[in-house]
């Protein structure tokens, strides 16, 4: 069986389109989440799974947090400018 790469391909030329709505802002978690896998996995010299799953959860944690606080401190400076 041989896979044909030219639709595998297209699909990264094309943005997903995701929307403009409140609940789309959740799309963030998954990005988050292979963000602090990758960086662990890239970053741990010997890597125990105990303690890898609970560094990432950690990061995931720290950058969620993070991004929530930087979302609601854009939100009350564009409230602020805007009346």
Partial sequence: MICEPGP???TFTTPENIGMTAGS????????????????ATKMRVIFLWRFFRDVGILFCTLSVVMILVAVILHIIVRILTG
Avoid at 25 to 40: E, G, N, R
């Fill in 8 to 10: 595998l391909l297209a």
């Fill in 25 to 40: 802002v959740l799309w963030i978690f998954p990005l988050l989440a292979s963000v602090a896998f990758i960086y662990k």
